[in-house]
């Protein structure tokens, strides 16, 4: 046999057994004798692979009888070595098809099946290099492609496993259109990989390899509701295809459907309880919905059996940050750190503890992967963030704020941003709604009084006011939900089939059933994110200040809270701070000072046209005097004082902000003019600002 590529009538992995030849096995059910002619044994194997499902012990011993007959038979030992992983001895699989492999090193299928081994011992890191060991000897080998991919889930590599499972599917079919489709996925050439799959689910709608390529092509571009539709009928027609619910229950929960999300993976779970992509998602998910005790749990299971996963540790950590286990979250950090020193993410997850100050040896080491040419772009600008942060404690201002700069170059170059959009949604909203429209609407809209809405800017104090509306015993905070701009979205989206421009347009024309419908649905939206029978919720979605004229047509019993803050103060802690999603306006200063212009701008049009609806709290007068804006607080909300709320800090309650360990703490008056050691350089941002920076805490006349 020699080093040959691949053994003559290979028999096909065990995960989808096949006879060897088309041959009927004599004596069925009888292990072939030692000693029986060698031209039986090809029958022989044929039936050995057919009884790997059903019986894999009597599988390996009908092997052992062929390996009697002809030692070191390739075939016979391969089998053997999937027998014995089969019935549950992954000890004896690998230490057998570890040898093959080294007997055959371009054999791709043992490397295959010996990387089987490895995963069901948790060595991943080893199942990892025979699988790509594999893919190389072989490229076609869908099988080997797809456990590739679930290897690198494991190991938190979220991007090679997309490449792989398009590798997958790539080698799954036999159309060349699809082939050539597959082809352009995995090198990232999106429109023409979605031109090909559309003209070919044109003529072949139920080709549900084409659906998920496309499912896939959708999700990179963001379109998660597209990727949704086309999974969900990829499973209509294929309910067992576990990647396309696994993919599907990804697109949920980044789509922030965390019931639909939950469900999926738990029926992935059912039949792969212990699958560590599944269980890292549903702790991801469980997080969102702020059931962090499981999450954490879940998050500790799969360290536990897979311990060397930087960046599981890295979603462990920010679970515990929530959680309030300052400590526990810094350990965490600091172990993906030390598996993988270039996690940028990591080091700024500790800056982002904001209590937290970096040593003199971490400060050098994350200098030392900046010099890295090969640093991939992603880890760079979180270390400029991170570097930012540690060069501000050390009051090296200068250098500081030139990190600052760079990692928000880079990141605004990942993320376009275009400021004209909110002006003119601005504008579109003055010239649409005025004191008489609301006045004529008054009877609309759900009739629940359960929310009270923080709006804002990031970075305007608004963690600090839910902090102490929380610790009230009626009230109950949550977190930034996405609810209220989800339906703005899905206004706009009827809009655009209706060719009404913008979805304050679409908003202007709901009639009183309308608005109930939606106020019902964001309050049967938000259900699961409420814990505990208070009569009030808080949702600090700040950028929910853009949609005010929704919320009070749909929950006009909702309370409002304006979070505001000096504009260089809020503006500029903006810039310093990177944000994982949703605040692509922040990444530059002539951007951040249009989009608090244009903020204040519309919230000056919304106190005109709806005079007292909306409750203003400065971040500098809660800082001064904080029990009179404690009590004129609670007085807008309808709630009698309690002294809890002055003592906010001792509030256990998870929190899931930048702020989550600020908030833990004493107010404190130290930041409220730190803006002013980076005055050099913001120019910019003042210029930008105009009128809105000279009039505060007033606004300009508009």
Known sequence: MGNASEPASAPQPASAPQPLNAGEPVNAGEPVKAGEAVGSIEVALAHATRLLDSNPALAAEQAREILKASPAHPLATLLLGVARRTGGDAAAAADILGSLASMHPRWALAHYEMALALSALERNAEAITALRHAVTLKPDMADAWRALGDELNIAGDAAGADSAYA????????????????????????????????????????????????????????????AETLLTRCLELAPSFAPARHHRAIVLHRQNKSVDALREVTELLAQDPRNPGYNNLKAAILARIGELKDSIEIYAAILAAHPAQPKIWLSYGHALKTSGRENDSVAAYQKSIELLPSLGEAYWSLANLKTAQFSDAQVEAMQLQLQRPDLAVEDRWHLHFAMGKALEDKREYAASFEHYALGNQLRRAQLPYRAEEMSTHVRRVKSTFSAQFFADRLNYGAAAPDPIFIVGLPRSGSTLLEQILSSHSQVEGTMELPDIA???????????????????????????????????????????QRKTAAPFFIDKMPNNFAHIDLIQLALPRAKIIDARRHPLGCCFSGFKQHFARGQSFTYSLEDIGRYYHDYVELMAFFDAVLPGRIHRVTYESMIEDTESEVRSLLEYCGLPFEDGCLRFYENERAVRTASSQQVRKPIFREGVDHWRNYEPWLDPLKKSLGAVLEAYPAAPTF
């Not at 590798?167 to 050439?189: F, G, H, I, P, W």
């Not at 421009?501 to 939206?525: F, P």
């Open 486 to 528: 989800g339906i703005a979205r899905s206004l706009f989206d009827a809009g655009k089939k209706s060719q009404i421009s913008g979805y304050s347009g679409v908003l202007a024309t709901l009639n009183a059933d309308q608005c109930r419908e939606l106020g019902e649905r964001y309050i049967l939206q938000t259900r699961i």
């Open 167 to 226: 590798q997958n599917v790539r080698a799954s079919t036999k159309d060349q259109r699809l082939l050539t489709a597959a082809a352009a996925l995995c090198e990232n050439k999106i429109p023409h990989a979605e031109a090909l799959l559309r003209a070919h689910l044109k003529k072949f709608p139920t080709d549900v390899a084409a659906l998920r390529m496309l499912a896939e092509v959708a999700a990179r571009l963001g379109r998660y509701r597209d």
